[in-house]
């Protein structure tokens, strides 16, 4: 169980400008992802170092982006101005959590635009949705083929900062209370409104960068 990545919904000049803009502030390359047709959305790729990366995604004008939960998770945040949309835990196998949270994985799959087909199951977004500072789960099909393995970067997540109740995310994971991450830092401050990802810290080459 890890931080896989963060995702991050257009704002409102839309998905390449909003890419284009996150890149710069922390000097990566951005990557383009392609389609999600279970989800009606698509994504541009931030690759980071150490197996990680950022999602920049948006919603297409789409039946499935009505249908899949996802889909209505990206189109809410951008059409509150966009923004951290959560962030997304890899797992080697996801039946556990299956049985735990008594929900079903859902496969969703993307053509890169050099045709490469990447295949995963996720599970969560419906928890996500309801109380936005869970994460969501992935277990992707081939390694291999992870959206960072782009990366031509040393730039990668430093901290997470999040509105929310770390007992809450605890539990949420499986986790014993005392059990913290040695790679990424995690700061909780109380919400005030929703709780959710407020920020992304990012350790550079030119220092932190926090968006």
Known sequence: ????????????DGLQATAERLAKLIGVDPVDGGIHPRFGTRNVILPLA???????????DHPASDKAPFGQAVRARSEAGGGWLGWCIAVD?????????????????????????????Q?????????????YFVEWEDVSLHPSSAAHTTVTIDSLQIAGDPDRVRDWLGLPPDET??????????PRGTPGLLAVTFDTPDGKVTI
């Open 1 to 12: 169980m890890r931080v896989d990545h963060v995702s991050y919904a257009a704002e409102h």
């Open 181 to 190: 991450s040695s790679v990424i830092d995690f700061t909780f401050v109380a």
């Open 50 to 60: 150490h197996e990680r990366y950022v999602e920049v995604v948006e919603v297409l």
């Open 123 to 135: 599970l969560g977004i419906k928890g996500l949705m309801s109380d936005p500072q869970l994460p």
């Open 93 to 121: 196998d996801l039946a556990p959590l299956e049985a735990r949270i008594g929900r079903e994985a859902v496969p969703g799959n993307r053509y890169r635009p050099d045709g490469v087909e990447l295949r995963w199951r």
